[in-house]
């Protein structure tokens, strides 16, 4: 799945919704980012992954929490791919998380994100 091309940005904002089914076992969600090229091929600009917020989605699934709570808190670490604490809560009967990963295989440069996993059921 592809998102939209942001040209001539250095800090470029998708501000797109993309909808994934989700199979059983959970896979990793994997996250690339390249710089289009018109004559020549993409260059890669960094790569991340995201794999526990899907799996608290599961959790939540079987729970019967029916108010806000929070299911998991990723801490931030020096060095680590995420350089600010993130919650993973269920608002709204919706399991959802706002995260900010580190790219990897890159000098620098982050991604933000506001993930939000919901049933097929809703």
Same mark, same amino acid.
């Given at each position: 799945?592809?998102?939209?091309?942001?040209?001539?940005?250095?800090?470029?904002?998708?501000?797109?919704?993309?909808?994934?089914? *989700?199979? &059983?076992?959970?896979?990793?969600? #994997?996250?690339?980012?390249? +710089?289009?090229?018109?004559?020549?091929? %993409?260059?890669?600009?960094?790569?991340?992954?995201?794999?526990?917020?899907?799996?608290?989605?599961?959790?939540?699934?079987?729970?019967? *929490?029916? &108010?806000?709570?929070?299911?998991? #808190?990723?801490?931030?670490? +020096?060095?680590?791919?995420?350089?600010? %604490?993130?919650?993973?809560?269920?608002?709204?009967?919706?399991?959802?998380?706002?995260?900010?990963?580190?790219?990897?295989?890159?000098?620098?440069?982050?991604?933000?994100?506001?993930?939000?996993?919901?049933?097929?059921?809703?």
């Amino acid at each position: 799945m592809k998102t939209k091309v942001v040209k001539s940005s250095l800090n470029p904002v998708w501000n797109e919704r993309l909808m994934l089914s *989700i199979p &059983d076992p959970i896979p990793v969600l #994997k996250l690339q980012v390249l +710089d289009k090229d018109t004559f020549t091929t %993409d260059d890669r600009m960094g790569e991340a992954e995201i794999e526990p917020l899907v799996a608290a989605a599961r959790a939540y699934e079987a729970s019967t *929490i029916t &108010d806000t709570a929070q299911l998991n #808190k990723w801490m931030a670490k +020096d060095g680590i791919w995420i350089p600010r %604490d993130s919650t993973i809560s269920i608002v709204n009967g919706k399991v959802k998380q706002v995260v900010t990963v580190r790219l990897q295989n890159v000098e620098r440069g982050h991604l933000e994100m506001e993930l939000e996993c919901v049933p097929l059921t809703q």
